[in-house]
Every structure is written in C-alpha cells, then in structure tokens.
C-alpha cells in the first residue's frame, strides 16, 4: 500500500509567504510528522505539493529522512492550482496505477500516530474504500460525517453548513483508504458545489460509499489551520517525546516549560529543569543536571551542571560546570572537570581537563592547557580588524585577571601573567610576565593638593 499526503494547500489561515505543510514544528516541517507515521503502516509515500515550492520541500524532506530515519522511497507529485482535495488527490495519479490501494492523509495532522492508521486499516479490511471518523464534543471547523449504518452519505464541510449539520458530533478526519481504479473512475462525476468553489475529496468519498470508521482518538486528528493551533500541537509533541525520555530514565523538572526536539537524547539519570530548550543534535549524557539553558547540536557528557548558559555547536565532557551566563558556541571543546564560570565566552577554543575561567572572559581561537587558571577578565584579543588569530596558554599557567592577550601569543607552561597585563609577546615557560605600567605612589600628595586649593584666592 502507498500513502498520498496532501501538502499543495495554501493554507490562507496561517497568513503566511510559504505553504502551511512548510511550517516547522520541533524544527521539522509539518508534513514529515505525517509522512513519518504514515510509512510505519505503508510502503512508500507521495506528498502532494505545490511545484513553486518544490527546491523547500526536497530540502524539507532531505531533513525529515535524517531526523525520522527515514529509507523507504518518497515521492513528490505536483497539483499545479490548490482547486481542492480532490485535485490535490488527482494529482498524484502519474505515479499510481489502478491495482493501487492507497491511504490518503493531510499533511496539517501532525499528530495523527501509526497505531492508529493501523487500526483504521484494520478495521476496514473488507472495504475497498473508507474513511476514518472521530467523535467528538468539538467539531467546529471539520467537515460533519452523515452516514447511513456506516455507509457514506455525505459530508457537510464548516463552510457550507447547514442547520441540519450543525450539531453532528462526528467529523472527518481527512484520512482515507481508497481503491486507485475507483478514484480515477469518478472523480470527474464530482462539481464544485459549494461554497469555496473547490473540487472537494468528501464529495468523492460519498460517492464510493466509504465505510465509516469511527474513532474517538480526537487528539491524534487534530488539524492545523491556524499558528495557535500549530503552537498547541507542538507542545502535544514536546509532551510525547518528554514522557518516552520520563519512562526511560529522566526527571523532569516544570516539564511545560521546556523545548525538546525529536533528535536529542538523554540519557538516564539527568534532570532537566525548567527553561531548558534542547535542539538539533544534541546528546546529553548520564547524571547531567541543566537548568535554564539552551543546547544545540552539541554534546555534554557525565554529571555536568549548566545553569542559565547557551552552548551551541560544541562538546563539553564530563563533571564539568557550566554557568551561570556562560556563552559556549562554534566549535568549543571544553575537557573534564572544567569550570566555566558567569559572563564567560567560549569560542573556537579547545580547554584541556581541569581548566578554570571562573569570572568575565572571552577564550576565542585558543588552546588552554591541562589545569591552566583562567583569572577574571582575561580577554584573548583574537581579531586584528582582519584576521583571527590563536592563543596557546599551556598546562598550569596561571593568567592574572583583566589580562589582555593579543594573539597570536603564547603562553608557556607553569606561567603566571601578571594582572593588568597586555601581554604582546610569547612568554617562556615558567616565567613570570609583567605588561604594565610600575606604581609609583606620590606620598602626601593629596594633602598638598587640597591645601594648595584653600590658599588660592577666590
Ligand atoms: C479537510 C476536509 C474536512 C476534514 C478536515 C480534516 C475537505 C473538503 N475537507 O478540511 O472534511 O474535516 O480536512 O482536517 O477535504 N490541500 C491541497 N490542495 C488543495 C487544498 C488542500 O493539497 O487544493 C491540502 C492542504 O495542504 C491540507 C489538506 O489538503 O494539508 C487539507 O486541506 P485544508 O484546506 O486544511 O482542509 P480543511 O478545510 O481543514
Ligand atoms: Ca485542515
């Protein structure tokens, strides 16, 4: 069985330059929540889009398979007008035959689950065609299902309501299984008559007498119209992918208020508190404990702590401590049992175990050595208006606070830099290097000073 997903709409309600099944959600475009559950249950899928988008979704979906590990085949199909549901189905017809039997979903569900695409499938077994209906308190904005002993008579879309429809309990779905040969056969016996003018699916699925399968799984069939409900649905997926990391082994802490997209992992025993935002590639290992913090594409081993920092793109190992304000992104590589402390920048660097930047630093373009101490305020001036250039401090130096170090330059292993210093040149190893002006105190200045001003005539 194939699947056909229809993403060619405009989706007018979402106000927006570019189709509503482009919209991400977890950062991945609608219709790859759809298509992912769709080929659990099918063998391969056609997405139904508009080809002036063409370039957006093969990008799309180039993601969609790496993130969902996606191997069965894709394929896109081209409905040229959005004139309607029925079209958008049609359109597909060059890469179906009439031995196809195919299941037919809306890219705007994103919730929809393969548990119960297969329970549809299985209940309608005997049907070449049917339709999956839901029950529920709420159907405005769905299309009303009118049926005789499960047979499909008609379905009454929000727009054309009739008085008569109006407080019909059970609504379309927008999924369907239909036999190929029968589609082809009838579609053109379908007008566009109602109001929007469109040529409706539900119109052709009244004409096949679908079997009507009912369900009462409301949350799974969901569909987007609108960006509240494309907010509401994006946390009913951040809730599911929180509850598989709960049961595996992670604590939760104010789980509403954290972000999780479907590609990070957690390992067991970390806690993740409230305010956290986790995106991209992101592996965080086990007894990590963050808290209002962003991590993206990168990864964060053992019994780490991070508190209020962002860290992006970078590697940090294990029982090392992060925060608070700390700024760790492109290409950092922070050692074990490091220290990276408030208001300290990480960039491009790589820092060996047990290095301490506690306080006030910017380590950009640098190579720190095994245990080297980096004081408060030490600022590697990596950028001469041009180009970048590298720092090298080596194993257990000691850098004095609000040091400048203007690279390139290195400092050699077991040395201290006086603070204050604007250290130019490289130091050797062991050496003590002073780069500032020598007090000098000017004793009993002061009190000369203010007598001088007392006698000077007004
Ligand atoms: C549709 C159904 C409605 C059902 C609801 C379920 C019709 C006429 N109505 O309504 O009965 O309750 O879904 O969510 O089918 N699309 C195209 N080309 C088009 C128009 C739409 O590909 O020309 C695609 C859209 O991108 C979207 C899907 O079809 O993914 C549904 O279209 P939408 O306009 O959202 O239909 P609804 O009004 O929600
Ligand atoms: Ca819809």
Known sequence: MKSVILAAGIGK???????????????????????????????????VINPDFKVEFENSLDRIKE?????????????????????????????????DTVLVLCADTPLVTSELLAEFLKQSEDSPNAILAVRTENPTGY???????????????????TEEARSIKLVNSGIYKLNWKDVIENYADVRPANKQNEYYLTDLASLLKCHVVETDNEDCLIGVNNRYQLSLVEENLIDRIIQNLAMEGVRFVKPSTIYIEPLVNIEKDCTIGPNVILKGNTTISTGTVISNSEVENSTIGKSCTLTFSVVKNST?????????????????????????GNFV????????????????????????????????????????????????????????????????????????????????????????????????????????YKRRQKDEPK
């Open 13 to 47: 309600r979402f106000k927006s330059q570019i189709p509503k099944p482009l919209h991400t959600i977890l950062g991945i475009s609608m219709f790859g929540w759809v298509l992912k559950e769709a080929l659990e249950v099918t063998d391969e899928a056609i997405v």
């Open 67 to 99: 993130v969902f590990k996606i191997e069965k085949e894709v394929h896109f199909a081209f409905q040229n007008e959005p004139t309607g549901t029925l079209t958008a189905l049609v359109s597909a017809a060059p890469l179906l035959t009439g031995n």
């Open 143 to 161: 299309g009303r299902i009118i049926h005789n002993d499960n047979i499909l008579l008609k379905i009454v879309e929000e727009a054309d309501l």
């Open 316 to 340: 940090i190992a294990s029982n090392t401590t992060v925060g608070p304000f700390a700024h760790i992104r492109d290409g950092a590589q922070i050692g074990n049992e490091c220290r990276i």
């Open 345 to 448: 920048e990480v960039k491009n660097s790589k820092l060996e175990d047990k290095v301490k930047a506690a306080h006030l630093s910017y380590l950009g373009d640098a190579e720190v050595g095994e245990d080297a101490n980096i004081g408060a305020g030490t600022i590697t001036c990596n950028f001469d208006g041009k180009q970048k250039h590298k720092t090298v401090i080596e194993k257990k130096a000691f850098i004095g606070s609000n040091s400048s170090l203007v690279a390139p330059v290195k400092i050699g292993a077991n040395s201290m830099v006086a603070a204050g210093s604007v250290i130019t040149k490289n130091v050797p190893r062991d050496s003590l290097a002073i780069a500032r002006a020598r007090q000098e105190n000017k004793e009993d200045w002061v009190r000369r």
